[in-house]
């Protein structure tokens, strides 16, 4: 394919710890693949060569916490012809977003000697929050052969085979006993995203939730089942609220209890 006609590919950060951009160059042999089909044109992890836009693809990750992520997101959809979300920081605010039911500034009069210089919004919030999103793509990190089969499918120009069903169905497939059922283990399964493979769950472990919630979670339900298993409601906010607590059916779940 002549180099003009190879997809140009651009790589983001906001506010977040990297670790989707690692998965991203974790693909190693895999990238290779596809390295001579996409140019990867702007990804300062990875290189400090930059080639102009507009570009092709853009990934995205972290959440935008400050006036200055806010305009700079905006020009970034300017210059994209498609706009990917990666991780729970750009589809749901993050860890990060934790501050959303706080007063910031309390938290930045306490860190900060100089909480005047100190530039911030009120939340932090996904990306599709502030501009159009083509896709997103959950996980904290994101699962890197999710990540390949989104590149692949641009390439091809088809939908995505990225699963929408929730980690319980990981758990039956790969023949994991349920641990609420067996062991009582509070797991937020039922309501998550598939992408991990249930691996906390193949190892005796609740599920944290790391890939947000799945498309319809009834998480009114296993609020309930949780109450009845002894759960108490400060509990229950507590594990609404973890990589992605401003993901709305979550949010909303976690204020309910919390009133």
């Given amino acids: ?6 997809p140009k590919l651009a790589v983001w950060k906001f506010a977040s710890c990297d670790g989707c951009q690692l998965s991203l160059l974790d693909c190693e042999d ?21 080639v102009k836009g507009p570009y092709d693809l853009s990934l995205v990750e972290g959440s935008i916490t400050t006036p200055h992520d806010e305009e700079r997101i905006h020009k970034i959809r300017k210059m994209s012809k498609y706009v990917i979300t990666i991780g729970a920081c750009a589809t749901a605010g993050g860890i990060q977003a934790l501050r959303n039911f706080k007063d910031v ?7 900060y000697a100089r909480p005047h210089y100190i530039s911030t919004l009120s939340k932090s919030t996904a990306i599709a929050d502030h501009i159009e999103v083509d896709f997103e793509l959950r996980g904290c990190p994101i699962n890197k052969n999710q990540l390949l089969e989104l590149i692949s499918a641009f390439l ?13 169905a ?11 059922v067996s062991k009582g283990i509070t797991c937020m399964g039922p309501v998550t995203h598939a992408g991990c ?29 949780l ?24 949010r909303k779940e976690s204020e309910y209890y919390e009133k």
């Fill in 1 to 6: 394919m002549p180099k003009a006609n190879i």
């Fill in 30 to 50: 895999e990238l290779l693949a596809i390295a001579g089909k996409i140019e990867i044109a702007n990804f300062p992890e990875a290189s400090s060569a930059v």
């Fill in 105 to 111: 500034n309390e938290f930045i009069s306490l860190v």
């Fill in 156 to 168: 091809h120009n088809r939908k995505p085979n990225i699963p929408n069903y929730s980690v319980c």
């Fill in 170 to 180: 990981e758990c039956k497939r790969r023949g994991t006993v349920c641990v609420m």
């Fill in 197 to 225: 493979n249930a691996l906390c769950p193949s190892y005796n472990r609740g599920c944290y939730s790391c890939f947000g919630p799945k498309e319809t979670p009834n998480a009114a339900s296993l609020s309930r089942w």
């Fill in 227 to 250: 109450l009845e298993q002894g759960v108490e409601k400060e509990e229950l906010v507590r594990i609404f609220r973890g990589f992605n607590a401003n993901a709305e059916p979550f």
